[in-house]
Nanobody, 122 residues
């Protein structure tokens, strides 16, 4: 079992930046691959990014690559998502998730946080 708590969301103007954090507790964080997903009102949950347990391999949704950067600090049990040049269409509830391999598919992640809201104004 692992517990995940996201933070760092908020209201930002278009073109601004935010860094989301996801703090893990419980089982050893470093054994898990991690992912970020987001869900906008009225839309399905969508893949944002995923990272392997060591942080060596990262993958992004094609539309977000270049603006978002995923990273992790296994010593601090924390996952990050740096988001730059934010756009109104990035407005969503952002979730972190833990699983046993990198994946773009939400169902492949066993543990989820409660989410942190990101709102980008135009």
């Amino acid at each position: 079992q692992v517990q995940l708590v996201e933070s760092g969301g908020g209201l930002v103007q278009a073109g601004g930046s935010l860094r989301l954090s996801c703090r893990a507790s419980g089982r050893t964080f470093s054994v898990f691959s991690m992912g970020w997903f987001r869900q906008a009102p009225g839309k399905e949950r969508e893949f944002v990014s995923t990272i392997d347990s060591s942080g060596d391999r990262t993958y992004y949704a094609a539309s977000l690559k270049g603006r978002f950067t995923i990273s992790r600090d296994n010593a601090e049990n924390t996952l990050y998502l740096q988001m730059n040049n934010l756009k109104p269409e990035d407005t969503a509830l952002y979730y972190c998730a833990a699983g046993f391999f990198t994946s773009r598919v939400a169902n492949n992640f066993a543990y989820w946080g409660q989410g942190t809201q990101v709102t980008v104004s135009s």
